[in-house]
Structure formats: structure tokens, C-alpha cells
């Protein structure tokens, strides 16, 4: 599959430790060949923990309604009803102060979408709709640099709540590129470490991100990892040129 291999590309190019992650909704059930259906097993998910499965495991993961576990994404999903909202949810895990403050809803339409997909990007065999790729900052730096080959910048409205099930995932499903910083969720249930963010984009733009990882900075000799610049003389300690004064060619 094309996209088997552009997921290949960028794990080259960045060096990263863990593969993209492709996601797909679909209107009606579809069920992955050899997919990790959680209720099959006995157990939930949150939508963090079975992107996590697909890049820590390597298998494709299908979510339906019977499957989520996560009470604030199953708002977002649209695959449950509640008489109050998301913002009811935060002030109650006090993630909020008070009514006064104001929540970006995100929701999907409510049961718009019957089956969720989340596979490694290396290996999945359904075309995804977007892309979440797991890094360091120095790697997401790189990432926007190949985004912004082509100009432009990208934008970050970040909360640390839902990261990477909604912050960086929707954007990147309406045809837009974002970044997170990721959450509580994310650390505790999905097991992101410390010195990871995370970046999402259109499946559409991983040509041009792979030209960008390319060609971005290659004038200036810049790649990922950047070569550190070792042509000087280093400064040592007082007490050490003191002592190196006193030497004696030999």
C-alpha cells in the first residue's frame, strides 16, 4: 500500500521511535481484516490507549460504540447522548474554574460515524483520512519545517485535554494541520512519555511533508538529527589554562 511506505519514509527521516498512526471513520460498521476489537476481549478503551495499541503493538485497532470506555470522548464521538456537554464534564473534574470559562467544542455529529479505525500507518491496509505522528520537540520541529517548505505557518490552539483523540486528530480531519501537547489522558492511559508531542495532518499533505523533510534547510546543510557544529576551540576553566601554560612541547 502507498501509504505503507510513505509511513516508512517519515519513520526514516525522523528517526522516530514509534510508527504513525493512520485513522479512518467510516459512516457505516466496517470491520478491518485481523483488527484488535477491544469488546471482543471483555474490555474498553479510551481513544488514546488504542492509538497507543497501534503504534506500541503494531495492529489495527476498530472502536464502536460498545468499545469506548472514555466518557469525554465518547461526547466527542458522537457515540453517546448526555443532557448536559463536555464543559459540564471539565467543571466537574475541576479542569475549569467555573461556567464563566469557555470551552472549544469539538463534537462530532452524533452518530455520524459507526466505525473508528487507528492502525500503524507502516502497516495498515485501509487509506487513511489523517495522520498522527508521536515525537520529541526536535522532531516536530522538523515536521513544521516541512510544513512550512511550502510556506505558511501552523497553528497551535492547545488546551492539553483530549490531545490526541481531539486536539491534534480533528483538525487534522477537516484538512488542517495542528500540534498538541499532550495531556493527563494521554500519559496515563496511552502511555505518551514526557518528551513527546504529537502532530497531525490530512493524510493529503504526507507528500509534501516528505518533500519538506527532504529539502527543508538543505541550503544550510540542515537534516534530522542537526549535525551540532564542532569547528572551534573550546574554552576550558581558568584553572585548567593556568595549568596549560606551564607545559612544555614535547
Avoid at 503493538?57 to 466527542?76: K, N, Q, S, Y
Avoid at 520529541?136 to 490526541?164: C, E
Wanted: hydrophobic share 40%.
Amino acid at each position: 500500500m502507498e501509504w505503507n511506505e510513505k509511513g516508512r519514509k517519515i519513520v526514516d527521516f525522523l528517526k522516530l521511535r514509534t510508527p504513525p498512526v493512520g485513522v479512518r471513520f467510516y459512516e457505516e460498521k466496517y470491520e478491518p481484516e485481523r483488527a484488535f476489537k477491544p469488546s471482543k476481549y471483555g474490555i474498553q478503551m479510551a481513544v488514546c490507549q488504542a492509538i497507543a495499541f497501534a503504534r506500541y503493538i503494531g495492529r489495527t485497532v476498530l472502536l464502536e460504540a460498545e468499545d469506548f470506555a472514555c466518557p469525554p470522548a465518547m461526547l466527542l464521538y458522537g457515540v453517546a447522548k448526555y443532557e448536559g456537554s463536555l464543559k459540564d464534564i471539565l467543571l466537574a473534574a475541576e479542569w475549569i474554574k467555573d461556567e464563566k470559562c469557555e470551552v472549544a467544542e469539538r463534537s462530532l455529529p452524533i452518530s455520524k460515524y459507526r466505525s473508528f479505525v487507528f492502525g500503524d500507518l507502516t502497516k495498515m491496509r485501509e487509506e487513511p483520512q489523517a495522520v498522527l505522528v508521536f515525537g520529541t520537540p526536535a522532531q516536530i520541529g522538523r515536521l513544521i519545517q516541512a510544513a512550512t517548505y511550502f510556506g505558511g505557518s501552523v497553528k497551535a490552539n492547545l488546551t492539553a485535554k483530549t490531545a490526541s483523540c481531539a486536539e491534534a486528530l480533528f483538525p487534522a480531519l477537516n484538512g488542517e494541520l495542528a500540534i498538541a501537547v499532550p495531556g493527563a489522558g494521554d500519559r496515563v492511559f496511552a502511555a505518551i512519555q514526557e518528551t513527546e508531542m504529537i502532530f497531525a495532518m490530512p493524510y493529503d499533505w504526507t507528500d509534501r511533508i516528505i518533500e519538506g523533510l527532504e529539502n527543508a534547510g538543505r541550503g544550510a546543510n540542515i537534516s534530522y538529527p542537526p549535525t551540532p557544529f564542532l569547528m572551534f576551540t573550546p574554552r576550558f576553566p581558568k584553572h585548567y589554562r593556568e595549568i596549560a601554560e606551564k607545559f612544555k612541547p614535547v
